[in-house]
C-alpha cells in the first residue's frame, strides 16, 4: 500500500471502557488491573479482546486507512471471518447523532495489519466511530488520512453508559463485523457508550463480576449470563450475584435477560429443557429478590429474543446480524423507557 | 471422531442444479460440459463451486455426520467464515413443506473434511435437506448415521424450478452459512427447486448465459447482474441478453431485478450515481422490451431489496443474513404470485 502521501495519527483512550487507563495494564483491556487474579484465568484472558471498545474521530478525508498491531495469531474463527475476528468496523455521522456504516476492514496479516476502510467520499467533515475486533487483542492502532486532511480525536461521550454483562453471544459471537455486536447496536440506537463485558464461554454470574462491574458509574445494568449456566447453577448465582451489585448500585435499573432460545430445540427437547429449567430458575430467582424489596430490578424473557423462523444463529446458539437486529429491537424496547425515566 | 459406530451413505445427484449428472463433467458443476470453452474461464472456474446445491434424505437416525472432499485449499474469506465457504448446513422438515435449521458443521480440514452436522436429536424419521458450501468446490460426500439409524435418498422434486442467474450476491457472499443465501431461502420459501447461477465477479448478463440459462425447463427466470455491471454495458446487453432468453423459452416469467443499493452510498455521490446510472440503462431497456411486446417481463427496483438502516451487508457490497432475509421477502413478493398465476 503506497503510504506516501498519509499521516498518521494515534487514537485515545477507547470508549466503551468500564475503566480509565491508568486502571488498567493496557489501553485494550476491558477489565482493570485489580481484576487480576481475583477473576478466573480465561475471563481475565478473554478481557483483553477487544470486543465493543470503539473511538471516535473527526476528518474531511476522503479516504481512510488504519494500520493495527494484534495480539493473537488466530484471525478467524470457523463460524466468524477474519473482519468480525480482528478487522475494524467504520461509522460516520449522517446526522447528528446518527450513526451509518460506511466501511470496514480485515486484518492483513498479523501481527502487523494494514488496510484500507474507506476510500471515495464525498468531501465532508464528519465524525467517525471506528469498532475494534472482537476476538483478538488490539496492542495499537493508527488512522491514517491524506496528508492536508483535517484530523482531531472526539472527546469521550460522557452521557452515563449502559454496562452489558454476558457469554460469547454479548461478546459478539456471530457477528459479521464488528459493528454488528449487541452492545454496538444498542450503543447507536440508545445514543451513549454501551460497555460490553461479554466473555465468550464464561460469563457465568461469577460473584466478582458483580463486584467490578459495580465499579463503573452507570446508568443501567444488563445481566445476560444464562446461555452458559445450568438450571442449578442459576439457582444457586442469580440471587447473589444481583444482591451484591445492588449494595454497590443502590441507584439505576438492573435488567435480567434470560437465554435467547437455540434455534435447533424445536428437534432437540433435552435443549428446550435445559432453557426451560434455567429459566424457571431464574425467573424464580427475580421474583425472590423482588418479594425482598430490591428496588428497579427488571426482566426480559428470552423466548422473542430471536426470530420464530429460527434462521437467525450461525450454529443454533449464536446469532447471526440477522439475530443481533432482532435481540437489538427487544433489548432497546426493554432498556429505553428505563433509560429516560432515570 | 470415532466412527466405529456409523454407517456412511452416498449422495445422489444434487438438487438445485440445472443439468442432469450426465451433461455436467462433474457431479458437483453447475454448468454443463457443453459450456466448457464457450464460458469465460473464470465463470467456468465458478461454476465448479458448490453454491445453491442441495441434497436430501430421510433418516430416523439422532445424530448426523458427514465426510466431505474438497477441491479448493482456501476454506475461508476475509468476509466469510470456514462454514459458509467450505462447510455444510442442515435443514430438517419440522412439518410437511416446512424446514427449519438445525445444524452445520464447518471444514475441519482439506482436502478430506469430517464433523458432526447435528447431535442430541429427538428420535423423529424425518426429512433433511444439507446444503453445500459456497465458494469451494465440491468432490464428495457422504452422509454418516448410527449403526441401525434408518437412512434413504429423497427424490429429486419434480416441481419446475427457478432459475437465478446473478452476480456474486446471488452466488452466496456473504451468507454466514450455505443455507442463507438467497437461492436457498428462497428456495424454502416457495416449497421449489431455485437453481442458483451466482457468479462471483462476473455475472454481467454474458449472451452465452442466456442460452445456457434456456437450456432449463424452469417455470421462471430472475436476471439479476446490475451489482457487476456499469450503465453502458447494461445498455448493451440487457435487450439482447432478455431476447435471447425469451427466443428460446417463449413461455413463463422473466424476472429483472436492480442491484441492491451500496450501503456506504449516502457518503458517496459516486456510487449512488453509478447505481442511478445503470438503474435508468436497465429500466429503458425493460420499457424497450415491453413496447417491442416481449411477454411475461417483470421488473423489481433495487432500491427496497435491503433496508433502509443500511446496515445489511458486511462490506457495502455483499448482504449478511440480514441483507439476504430483507432481499427475500422482497424477491418473494414479486416472484410467488407470479408461480401461482402460471
Redesign the interface.
Known sequence: MDDAAFAWHPLATPEGKGWPDEATLRRYDRLPRHAEGRVSEDVWGLSRMSSSLYSRFRTDATEIRARWRLGLEQL????????AVS?LDLY?E?EPGSW?????A?ASGFPEAENVL?T???P?D?RYTVYFGLFNRLEDIEIGVPEGASFELVPADPTPPVVYYGTSIVHGA?A??P??TLPA?LGRRLGRPVIGLGFSGRGKMEIELAELIGEIDAALWIVDCLPNMDADLVAERAVPFVQTLRARRPEGPIVLVEDRTW??S??????AELSEAKRAAFRAGYEKLVADGTPDLHYVEGETLLGQ????????SHP???GF?RMTDRLEAAVAPLLIKS
Open positions: 478467524a474463527m470457523w463460524h466468524m471471518p477474519n473482519v478487522g460516520g449522517s451509518r456504516w460506511v466501511g470496514c480485515a474507506v471515495g467520499l464525498d465532508a464528519r456471530a459479521s463485523r459493528g454488528m447496536q434455534t435447533g424445536w428437534a432437540k427437547s433435552s435443549q423462523d429460527r434462521d437467525d444463529t450461525v450454529d443454533g447471526t446480524d440477522l437486529l
